[in-house]
């Protein structure tokens, strides 16, 4: 019996059609990513894709030959100065893809000396997190999210504890004040929800200018200080810039972490019957369902060869963390034991620095969430639950889940090493900016 040359490609792909490229955006690929990613398979370890409407890249589907990539600083560069479709004008300023991928003076879309000096100053900085004190915080964080709406016995575990806990630990561990932390979350919450993005980004860039302004006259015992106290002697301009990107690069794919992990415990039986069932759950995510699917971008330094394929300096070659995790070579890795090879979190010179605090606040977070909430079960069927379109992130728009109402908690008592700042006066026009519920939860702590 003949076997078919080539696979069909998946619902919405057209693929099919000569030379076009396969769209990692719309709701199709959202659904059922997987099945994009078997089809990219079938080109070799490198796939051409579409990221948006008319923004064409390369993605690396092939396990060993995304570790090459991501290692070979020598032949790859990060600098997005280098993108040859943006600098040929063919991207539009305003693609969706463009707040991703459109350079920023940080250690992520850096090269050489100047990476080296950059990410010094982050991991040296991170590394200075005390993981007791980042426990008890994350604790305090859940409780708090818990109690406005565990009186319920519905919530939607996305937007009331996944989205919302990221940002309330980061801005404890960058110590915002009232004021300044109330604009970082709205700031990183309209980028990410594409609500006025454009304006979003100018009130995050903002509210850590002056955290910035704030710590050179009053340092504290948090990360912002630590940064700034670093020999690489960062500017304010360079604290900014990777403090943004320390806030909005950790919050985006911990929140997925978080509520990926959820999906599931909600939705696999399995976990319920051995033990360790979280720490589980969070290795199987990371390899099956990682929050962050498709990104590494890099360009080549020079035309050249690579898996095959010939690529001109400057085009734009991302890494599909999803694809090669889940690829034939590391499902047999994974089943011989290595369960935590999977590239969830990068690999080389530009690897996650927070990976640890990262897993430690997921870990945190599910665990006083399923004790508080021992009987939580998702509340309409699962194939009824929606995935944010776009290439690079995977997170749900909702998760909606019932339990037996709880009584609210009263706060532990505040453990800052220094008593919040208090608010600073608004700016005019900034009231409409700020949510307030940092504020709100500095306030429910000191009740």
């Known amino acids: 019996m003949d076997q078919p ?33 078997s089809y990219l398979r079938h080109y070799g370890p490198t796939a051409p894709v579409e990221l948006a409407p008319g923004v064409e ?26 993108w040859r479709h943006f600098n040929e004008g063919k991207i539009s300023p305003d693609s969706p893809v463009a707040p991703v991928l459109a350079y920023r003076p940080n250690c992520m879309f850096s090269d050489g000396a100047e990476h080296l000096r950059l990410r010094q100053a982050v991991t040296d900085s991170m590394a200075r ?47 915002c004040p009232p004021d300044i932390g109330d604009r970082v979350v709205y700031g990183i919450s309209g980028m990410f929800d594409g609500v006025n993005a454009e304006r979003a980004m100018g ?3 903002g509210a850590v200018g002056e955290l910035v302004a ?30 943004a990107l320390l806030l909005v690069g950790g919050n985006e794919p911990l929140r997925n972490l978080i509520g990926n992990t959820l999906h599931r415990l909600l939705t696999h039986d399995a976990y319920a019957n051995q033990g360790g069932l979280i720490d589980e759950a969070i290795d199987d995510t990371l390899w099956e369902n990682p929050p962050m699917q498709n990104l590494a971008p890099h360009y080549p330094a020079s035309d050249m060869e690579f898996a095959g394929q010939k ?10 963390f999803a694809a090669a995790n889940t690829g034939p070579a590391l499902t047999a890795a994974r089943q011989a034991g290595s369960n935590r090879a999977h590239l969830a979190w990068s690999a080389g010179p530009h690897a ?16 006083n969430l399923l004790n508080q909430l021992p009987d939580v079960e998702l509340a309409v069927p699962e194939e009824s639950l929606v995935w944010r379109p776009g290439p690079f992130n995977r997170g749900l728009v909702a998760l909606p889940a019932r339990f037996t109402p709880v009584a609210a908690r009263k ?11 208090r608010p600073q006066q608004p700016q005019p026009g900034a009231r409409s900016e700020r949510a307030g519920v940092w504020s709100q939860f500095l306030n429910w702590l000191t009740r």
Request: some cysteine; hydrophobic content about 40%; overall charge negative.
């Open 411 to 421: 706060p532990a008592a505040p453990a800052r090493a220094e008593a919040p700042a």
């Open 57 to 82: 890249a390369t993605l690396v589907t092939d396990y060993a030959t995304a570790l090459q990539l991501l290692q070979d600083s020598g032949s790859f560069r990060k600098d997005a100065r280098r």
């Open 129 to 175: 997190i005390d993981t007791r004190k980042l426990s008890h915080t994350t604790e305090q964080v859940s409780n708090y999210l818990i109690s406005q709406f565990g009186s319920r016995g519905s919530a939607d575990l996305l937007g009331d504890y996944a989205k919302q806990l990221p940002l309330f630990v980061f801005n404890e561990l960058f110590g």
């Open 352 to 367: 996650c620095p927070s990976k640890d605090p990262a897993r430690q606040i997921t870990v945190t977070a599910l665990e």
């Open 214 to 243: 704030l710590k050179r006259v009053k340092p504290g015992d948090d990360v912002t200080s630590w940064l700034m106290e670093h020999q690489a002697a960062l500017t304010d301009e360079e604290m900014v810039h990777q403090l």
């Open 203 to 205: 009130v995050l860039f």
């Open 5 to 37: 040359t080539a696979p069909v490609p998946p619902p919405g792909c057209p693929a099919h059609h000569s030379g076009a490229r396969v769209p990692l955006h719309g709701p199709e690929f959202a659904a059922d990513p997987q099945a994009y990613y």
């Open 311 to 320: 690529f001109q300096a400057g085009d734009l070659i991302l890494v599909s």
